[in-house]
């Protein structure tokens, strides 16, 4: 019998991932052009472990970038996660930092090609939550992080907004209680 001081270990140095069956991802990403504003896209995970949510994450974006090496996330946005990753037989690896917007992930590729995405908390409501997707991943979306999370009723649209809005997006505006500028 081997006696001695426990050791605690925090991060595990490595895990598997065994993918769940297969539900829908809640990603939506900008379309593939030169990058505009703060995100690439936003993505809605089911809940905060890492392990469980990267594999299906993973496999979309691999695509996109022709692979996914790592990924970077804020440490206390997310449960203890292992520091690799092995998903479909590659390793991925985790790095977590107190520095990184708590509402963001970076997914990087091979070629060093690189993802922002904002994460819409697990627990928010569906009805805000397709709205953030639909509005981070925008073409032309510029707002910040915290500008895109501000649930709508407290998101005053101001001159930036209303340019922003033509034809059908205007009339949609208008209907949903909005009011266009009018030229005196």
């Known amino acids: 019998m081997l ?3 426990p050791l605690r270990i925090d991060t595990p140095p490595a ?3 065994t993918e769940l069956p297969r539900r829908m991802l809640r990603l939506k990403l900008k379309p593939k052009a030169p990058a505009t504003g703060y995100v690439d896209g936003a993505w809605w995970p089911r809940s905060a472990d890492l392990s469980v949510e990267l594999p299906a994450l993973v496999a979309v974006l691999a695509i996109r970038l022709g692979g996914v090496q790592r990924v970077s996330y804020n440490l206390a946005s997310w449960d203890v996660a292992p520091r690799r990753l092995d998903v479909d037989g590659r390793r991925l690896r985790l790095g977590g930092f107190n520095a ?3 509402h963001t992930v970076d997914v990087v590729g091979p070629s060093g090609s690189r993802l922002t995405l904002l994460i819409v908390p697990p627990a928010t409501d569906p009805v805000a939550a397709h709205r953030i997707l639909i509005t981070a991943a925008h073409r032309d979306n510029v707002d910040d992080i915290d500008r895109l999370l501000t649930p709508a009723s407290e998101i005053e ?8 809005l033509d034809g059908p997006a205007m009339e949609r505006w208008e209907i949903d209680g ?3 500028r009018r030229s005196a």
């Open 15 to 17: 895990s598997t991932a």
């Open 100 to 102: 990184q917007h708590p």
């Open 157 to 164: 649209p101001g001159p930036a907004s209303n340019d922003r």
């Open 178 to 180: 909005g009011a266009a």
């Open 3 to 5: 006696s001695g001081p």
